[in-house]
């Protein structure tokens, strides 16, 4: 059967555009192609930087909702919380026993993360992060990974590790192909349109979350950094800003880049700004009130995950007594 899966972080109150339209947006399509999809939330990556416990529950069931508002769709996809489904955390030890911990250290994510806390402190579990993210993958025998391009060099390391493994130990992962929509696989900051958008930006000006107030992130669009040309065009090098905000409104609306820079032609900047800070708006202003209405209803939220736990422990159980078989563990009597 063919399986996608992907997980986003539950380490804010609000996914931001650049987790939508990276990620999110290409799980909804997706969960129609494949014959199974598994989308999750990844709390037990979340605790790797200190995390307010109650924050950190609240913000699991948020995500859920916004996973739900967004299109996820319960009846076609197994949604869950990675901590409910401990065979992955038993598969991260394996993993990590052959990770070698120059390749580790490899890791740029982990680099950046760990410079920003002073790389003394940063914790033991920030090294091993993405270990935990080729267990998630590796536990489901997936064959694709919706992800933005900050991913990609964690897809490589599961590649790696999977393809490591059935070497040594005998045929046992199917190895997992990356899958990143070129368009849409980095989302800028509206205010530094040469780096992603973030939410650990200096600065939250260049941030969108989805469930702003729609009137603040009409304002942040229109201070959004341009150029000082003034033909709207797409052009990442010399034009970052004017690019990032034709690629939103051309992900939001389903036009082409194309279609969208002849439809300026002899516009001004301003237009531009306009008419995308009202597209987010169109976007976004329906899919709060359903966020709300969603978490309204914890109940439904949480026999969800229920529901959803269930299917994946059965799946990650299979991999890792097979996984545990073959490093040679005795099957317990
Ligand atoms: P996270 O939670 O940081 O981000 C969730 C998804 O959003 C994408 N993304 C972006 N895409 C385009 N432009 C941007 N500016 C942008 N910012 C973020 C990310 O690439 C990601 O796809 N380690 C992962 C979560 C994870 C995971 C997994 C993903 C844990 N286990 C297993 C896939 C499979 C992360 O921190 O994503």
Redesign the pocket.
Known sequence: RARV?????P?SDS??????????KQWVALQDDFDDAFY?I?DM?AITVPTDPAALRDRTRRSVAQLLALGVDPAKSTIYV?SHVPEIAQLTWVLSCITGFGEASRMT?FKDKAARQGTEGAAVGLFT??I??AA??LAFQVDS???????RQ??EL?RDLANRFNTRFGETFTVPDAYIVKE??????LQNPTA???KSADSDAGLINLLDEPKRSAKKIRSAVTDSDSVVAFDRENKPGVSNLLTIQSALTGRSIDELVASYEGKQYGHLKVETAEVLSDFVTPLRGKVDELLADTDHLDAILAAGAHKARAIAATTLSDVYDKVGFLAPA
């Open positions: 899966l992907s997980g986003i972080q380490t996914f931001h555009l650049g987790n939508y339209l990276g990620a999110v999750f990844p990556h990675q994510q992060y993405p935990l993210m998630d993958i990974v919706p992800v933005g391009e900050d991913q964690h897809l599961t849409f696989a980095k989302i800028y900051d992603k958008m973030s």
